[in-house]
């Protein structure tokens, strides 16, 4: 990550998301992480992700709304 970080910058990458058994779980019942434990730090942590990645996707040139 240090590495990566310093040949794009910081602000390229996502946050990590840390594995959870709760993670592990979610299939077994035919969930999603959002739905099996939706107030967990691992579902919010996707949250907080696919957020930055449709910021960021709202922000690239020629992007239409």
């Known amino acids: 990550?240090?590495?990566?970080?310093?040949v794009f910058g910081k602000d390229r990458l996502l946050p990590p998301i840390k594995n959870s058994?709760?993670?592990?779980?979610?299939p077994g019942f035919a969930k999603?992480?959002?739905e099996y434990a939706p107030?967990?730090?691992l579902a919010e942590a996707?949250?907080?992700?696919?957020?930055?990645?449709?910021?960021?996707g709202?922000?690239?040139p020629g992007h239409e709304s």
Do not use: D, H, W
């Not at 996707?46 to 960021?56: G, H």
């Open 1 to 6: 990550m240090q590495e990566i970080e310093k």
């Open 21 to 26: 058994v709760r993670l592990a779980e979610a």
């Open 32 to 34: 999603t992480i959002f």
């Open 39 to 41: 107030r967990s730090p």
């Open 46 to 56: 996707y949250q907080k992700v696919a957020k930055i990645i449709l910021r960021e």
């Open 58 to 60: 709202q922000s690239e």
